[in-house]
């Protein structure tokens, strides 16, 4: 090794010896440049170790020089900088300057041809493994695709906070604790601690408190209140594996064990770039996040809606309506959670029939037990089973509220029930068990409402022909209800998964909407003289009685994409529909509800469209008074336009055996969030025996304004 | 082998791999590599962010939305991603759930809370405005490199950083709704720091742009945490801004389910 250095200035008197010698240097020098103008030359470092020493050498004079690379000496057992390979003595002089200015040591070697040519350092990687093998194999990988590379172990004195959970006072209920934890994706070690008889489960060891915190509130969710966070002091052995490459190495790493030496790091700080000039923060803008945890009180949801009937015919000219939710929450810890809720509505009809009717009533109030596989919940609530939109077959433990007939959305239209409801999470499945301990029938207007079921003044229930005999006493009789009791039970099993998602169900339910039966002695008083009005009035006290039957559910659903499109699938058998002969005797009879729709997005752009086919079938060789088929075709049709400052939208529902339409358009500005402002119309028409026929007179256009809070 | 993908700093990750090049014109070797080196960056095994979006138009008051988005790289090309929003109320709660898998497929759910249901959504789908936002269903999906065909064009600086031009055109046009797109690769961070967005057939000039504001190093890994995606035809724009970061903090797999989906409250102990 040949070190570079300054000589020292000469003195200014020359002897001839002196004389001899400097042109004898100068001799020497010209065969030698001679020399290096044939064979390349390389201006090298001292033999390095390791490899990243070797690169600390060479980011030494970074920027300065252009053709920086490292060499395996293997002779040596370590890595030498080339600072320079030329044939142009000025080329190795320039070199051998720039690297005696960084202070390193450097000589001149001539190039073996034979040896491969020095690996430009362009991009340096520095991964750190744990394991000595995988390090190993990771270099081994690197040099195959022909980069340079080596192991460096390392031991690192570390700080760490290991969260436990301790006093197992055998190993048995250790184990099942861990076990319970790696199900949560949470490693778990069991040991003894020294000198105590306790077992301990160790649920990880963090370097970043932070994360030591997190895994401690994680394990307190699951519901271990013996959790310990303990400071651990220790050493560790790793190794490191350093590659060096021309060119940008494969799943190139950025991140802080990176150098490169070609870019200057970002302006303005180490690991922080900005661009263009400073923006407002957007936190001007925000309305903060609701906290995580802390209790909530105030109102849920308001609205308001006039509305005005078009036809002169209809008992009615304006049907309006107001309503407002308020809810209070509470998280009691990280397991239990409470809720209650309250909801005023005010019906208002104005016309003929006008009245106006404010209602108070509960809304979801309930406890709520929550645990890694399932929850729990009690009291008040509104469960939706089912798969397809606006008629789900299988949804029949719901409470629906027709106050307001279908004029709403299908959220709008289902009550609270208080129930039991178990919900078991296994994997991708989920197990949903509800007990409803005391039946709650449907919401259903009063008779001098539009909307009511019951048209008194032209003696009509909805979804029956016009019958002659049942007119007037529809007109003039009394309506009973039967909805005492048991409410019913039902278990649900669902798949969320990959590539489609299913359900079945099994339940024993009672028809939330009712059915109204003719009083048996009224019945029997009419066939006996259908001309006998009163006499048939007169032969109970109660005309028709508003039945809820019992039903078996028997029913599943399935949901899966096919390119842009969902397509969804739904069925229920029912053991007991309700359903009235000819002859007017009431009877229950098997049934089976279906449903099939596919949801789409024409031209892969903001519409959305949902068709959708639906078929009820009443399974009896009876000759009936109700339809014992009927067909529907229904869904909605909605898009949103001006940067989703506007929404319009369509409900349908539309008889496909018979004629019978329902059409509701809908314009809404919702850019004013959360408010919410909408112009719609309801169309109805049909056949008489049809929802759209018997509500015929009821177009309605409305306006208004709901906002959620 | 990592993916990045989900809604806000991994979003414009995602959009850098997919962009535009004439059918006529040849890949070559360097823009695969760099699509390739932006596809596998390094992102973590997890990642949890805090952010907003801001939906401006000039003129009106701004709209915003404030969401926390997860994501868990499961290994073997899967990976998973939950967006919950938390602001404005009428859609707090909403949440979408994302599973990519190895093959290219992907399960998507939306769970509205009004009706305490989730359904499916396919995922297919390609158009459609995010929320309302300048971010297209397309913009927030896992892409393969080689899904597009991609090409170097240069290397230009933005703000005074260097970066490298590079541009990406779908193999089978069907499968996108934009025809082209160049990006703007930060080869540091390997984050482009704009992407150029070209409709099909009018490759005269973009019809969004993406900008990446501000860049920063979190656990290690470049985090875009403020970035604007501009429609310029109308001039409205959607800034996302990360509030908060945080890689590697050992997400469980339960958080991404049905399960989580439909209970907030289930997520909530995960949030940041």
Redesign the interface.
């Known amino acids: 090794m040949t070190p570079f250095t300054e000589s020292p200035a000469q003195e200014s008197h020359h002897s001839a010896p002196a004389v001899a010698t400097v042109l004898l240097c100068l001799l020497l020098l010209l065969i030698g440049s001679a020399a290096l103008a044939d064979a390349p030359s390389r201006l090298v470092s001292e033999p390095f170790p390791g490899l990243l020493a070797a690169v600390e050498a060479a980011r030494a004079v970074d920027h300065k020089l252009d053709r920086v690379g490292i060499v395996r000496d293997r002779e040596a057992n370590a890595y030498r900088v080339v600072f320079e390979e030329s044939s142009d003595p000025a080329d190795i002089l320039n070199a051998q300057r720039i690297a005696g200015q960084a202070g390193l040591r450097v000589q001149v070697v001539s190039v073996d041809p034979s040896l491969p040519p020095p690996m430009p350092v362009a991009y340096v990687t520095v991964s750190t493994f744990t394991d000595p093998e995988e390090a190993v194999g990771e270099a081994a990988q690197a040099r195959n695709r022909g980069e340079l590379a080596d192991v460096e172990p390392v031991r690192q004195d570390i700080g760490l906070t290991s969260v436990q959970l301790t006093g197992y006072t055998n190993r048995a209920n250790a184990r099942r604790v861990a076990r319970n934890l790696e199900a949560?994706?949470?490693e778990a070690v069991i040991f003894s601690p020294a000198h105590e008889r306790d077992y301990v489960v160790a649920a990880?060891a963090f370097r970043d408190d932070r994360?030591a915190r997190?895994?401690t509130?994680?394990l307190q969710?699951l519901g271990y209140t013996n959790v310990s966070l303990v400071p651990l002091r220790g050493q560790v052995e790793r190794y490191e594996v350093v590659v060096v490459s021309g060119d940008?190495p494969?799943?190139?790493?950025?991140?802080?064990?990176v150098i490169?030496l070609r870019?200057p790091p970002?302006?303005p700080g180490?690991?922080?770039?900005?661009?263009?000039e400073r923006?407002d923060p957007?936190?001007a803008?925000?309305?903060?996040?609701?906290p995580?945890?802390t209790a909530r009180i105030g109102l849920d949801e308001v609205r308001a809606e006039a509305g005005v009937l078009t036809d002169d015919s209809a008992r009615a000219d304006g049907s309006h309506y107001l309503h407002a939710g308020i809810v209070a929450e509470w998280?009691f810890n990280?397991r239990w959670?409470g809720r209650l809720a309250a909801r005023v509505d005010s019906y208002i009809q104005t016309g003929d029939d006008d009245f106006t009717r404010t209602i108070l009533d509960y809304g979801e109030s309930f406890v709520r037990y929550?645990a890694?596989q399932r929850?729990v919940t009690l009291g008040a609530q509104?469960?939706?089973w089912g798969?397809m939109d606006d008629h789900a077959p299988t949804d029949r433990l719901s409470v629906q509220d027709v106050r307001r007939f279908m004029l709403d959305?299908?959220?709008d239209r289902r009550r609270a029930v208080f129930a039991a409801r178990w919900e078991e999470?296994i994997g991708?499945y989920?197990m949903d068990f509800m007990v409803i301990p005391v039946f709650r029938p449907a919401e259903v207007p009063r008779h001098d409402n539009i909307w009511s079921p019951v048209d008194r003044s032209r003696g009509r229930i909805i979804g029956m022909p016009d019958d002659p005999l049942l007119s007037p006493l529809i007109s003039e009789g009394r309506f009973a209800e039967d909805d005492d009791g048991f409410g019913g039970w039902g278990i649900r099993l669902s798949r969320?998964?990959?590539?489609f998602?299913y359900a079945v169900t099994l339940q024993h339910a009672r028809h939330s909407l009712p059915y109204y039966e003719l009083d048996r002695d009224v019945r029997a008083a009419l066939l006996a003289d259908p001309n006998d009005i009163g006499g048939a009035l007169a032969a109970s006290s109660d005309t028709f009685i508003a039945r809820h039957p019992r039903t078996w559910v028997v029913g599943g659903d399935l949901?899966?994409?096919?390119?842009?499109?969902?397509l969804r699938f739904e069925a229920a058998w029912l053991s007991d529909h309700p359903a009235t002969t000819e002859d007017l005797r009431y009877l229950e009879v098997e049934a089976f509800d279906w449903a099939a729709g596919v949801?789409?997005?024409p031209?892969?752009?903001?519409l959305r469209v949902n068709v959708q086919v639906g078929g009820l079938h009443l399974m009896t060789s009876e000759d009936l008074l109700d339809r014992e088929n009927v067909y529907t075709l229904f869904g909605d049709a909605e898009n949103?336009f001006a940067?989703?400052?506007w929404r319009a939208r369509l409900r349908y529902s539309l008889g496909i055996d018979r004629h019978d339409v329902y059409l509701n358009p809908e314009l809404a500005f919702i850019?004013w969030?959360?408010h919410?402002i909408y112009l719609g119309y309801h169309h109805f028409d049909g056949a008489r025996d049809t929802l759209g026929g018997f509500h015929r007179d009821h177009d309605l256009i409305t306006l208004g304004w709901r906002?959620?809070? | 082998m990592r993916k990045a993908h989900a809604l806000l700093s991994w979003l414009v990750a995602v959009c850098a791999v997919f962009t535009f090049v004439p059918p006529a014109l040849a890949e070559d070797g360097a823009g695969k590599r760099l699509a390739q080196q932006v596809y596998n960056r390094p992102d973590g095994d997890d990642m949890t962010t805090r952010g907003t979006m801001v939906l401006e138009e000039q003129g009106r008051s701004p709209r915003v939305r404030q969401m926390i988005t997860y994501r868990l790289d499961v290994g073997y090309g899967e990976v998973w991603t939950l967006i919950r929003f938390t602001s404005p109320s009428d859609i707090a709660d909403t949440g979408l759930l994302t599973l990519d898998h190895a093959d290219g497929s992907s399960d998507q759910w939306l769970y509205l809370p009004a009706l305490d249901r989730s359904r499916r959504i396919p995922s297919a789908r390609k158009g459609g405005r995010f929320v309302g936002s300048d971010i297209f269903f397309e913009d927030l999906q896992d892409r393969k490199v080689d899904m597009d065909h991609h090409r170097i064009l240069g290397d230009e600086e933005i703000f005074g950083v260097p970066t490298r031009i590079l541009e990406s055109v779908p193999v089978d046009p069907g499968n996108s709704t934009y025809g082209r797109r160049v990006s703007w690769v930060h080869e540091q961070s390997l984050l482009p720091l704009r992407i150029d967005f070209y409709a099909p057939g009018r490759d005269d000039a973009p019809v969004k742009r993406m900008e990446v504001h501000r860049l920063e190093q979190v656990q290690g890994f470049w985090t875009v945490m403020d970035s604007t995606f501009t429609d310029l035809g109308s001039g409205h724009s959607t800034r996302v801004v990360v509030d908060e970061a945080l890689y590697d903090r050992r997400l469980p797999q339960s958080l991404f389910t049905s399960q989580s989906l439909e209970d907030p409250a289930r997520e909530r102990v995960h949030r940041p």
């Open positions: 949560e994706g949470i990880g994360r997190e895994q509130r994680r969710v940008v494969p799943g190139f790493d950025p991140a802080p064990g490169t870019r970002p302006p180490e690991g922080v770039l900005v661009l263009g923006r957007v936190a803008f925000a309305t903060p996040a609701q995580d945890r998280p990280d959670s929550r890694p929850r509104t469960v939706l798969r959305d299908l959220q999470f991708e989920k969320a998964g990959r590539g998602d949901g899966f994409s096919v390119g842009r499109s969902t949801e789409f997005f031209g892969d752009a903001d949103t940067r989703d400052r850019a969030e959360p919410e906002a959620r809070y």
